[in-house]
């Protein structure tokens, strides 16, 4: 039931996306031209503190006109391991500096349109390093009890795709007896969270 694709050609492209149409083949034969956006790799952190709350930001979203609670999360940067562009964007989104962080998931958060990849990492701890370094990005930064997180979904309040998933992993660690604490758990994945990101690893991105 694989799907074969015959071409591709970009429709347009920038420094952030690719926005390309295919030639795919579908499993009866049948043809059709499909969209899709490729996109650099994005990197994100979930902070958590010895009170069991996670370091959150409100902002608005200016696509779907809503409100919501989000991880901080954006771009790596050519040459940037994720990891790195993980705690980069934590401290630039809510001034605080995560402690040392480890792999929790990857997320692709559109893939019938995008190869969109978030590499989301988990930290125990933060320092408060100051402000955010752009005021722009969030309209509060908050540690918000983990004990909260249901209620925010089923209200609405955390629509995020990657956010939601990131977070329900953690809650799923915290309940007893979980197979997903990270004492407990062996993780294997099919991406290196370790492998610095570089434009040539997206051959057909801007060509």
Not at 58 to 67: G, L, V
Not at 106 to 114: F, T, V
Not at 159 to 184: N, Q
């Amino acid at each position: 039931m694989r799907w074969q694709v015959h071409s591709e050609r970009s429709l347009y492209a920038d420094e952030w996306l690719d926005i390309r149409t295919a030639d795919v083949e579908l499993p009866d034969g049948r043809r059709i031209d499909h969209r899709l956006i490729r996109t650099a790799p994005g990197a994100g952190a979930v902070v958590t503190d010895a009170r069991d709350r996670v370091l959150l930001i409100r902002r608005h979203r200016f696509i779907t006109d809503s409100w919501g609670w989000e991880i901080p999360l954006g771009w790596v940067d050519e040459g940037e391991m994720p990891r790195d562009a993980a705690a980069r964007e934590a401290e630039e989104e809510t001034g605080w500096r995560p402690g040392p962080l480890r792999p929790l998931l990857s997320i692709q958060p559109s893939n019938g349109l995008s190869d969109s990849l978030h590499h989301i990492y988990r930290a125990d701890s933060a320092t408060h390093i100051g402000p955010p370094s752009d005021p722009c990005e969030a309209e509060q930064v908050e540690w918000v009890p983990l004990a909260d997180i249901r209620r925010l979904i089923d209200n609405g309040e955390i629509v995020c795709g990657t956010t939601m998933a990131s977070l329900l992993h953690v809650l799923l660690e915290h309940l007893p007896h979980s197979p997903l604490r990270p004492e407990d758990i062996t993780r294997e994945t099919n991406y290196d969270p370790e492998r610095r990101f570089l434009l040539p690893d997206l051959p057909d991105l801007f060509s």
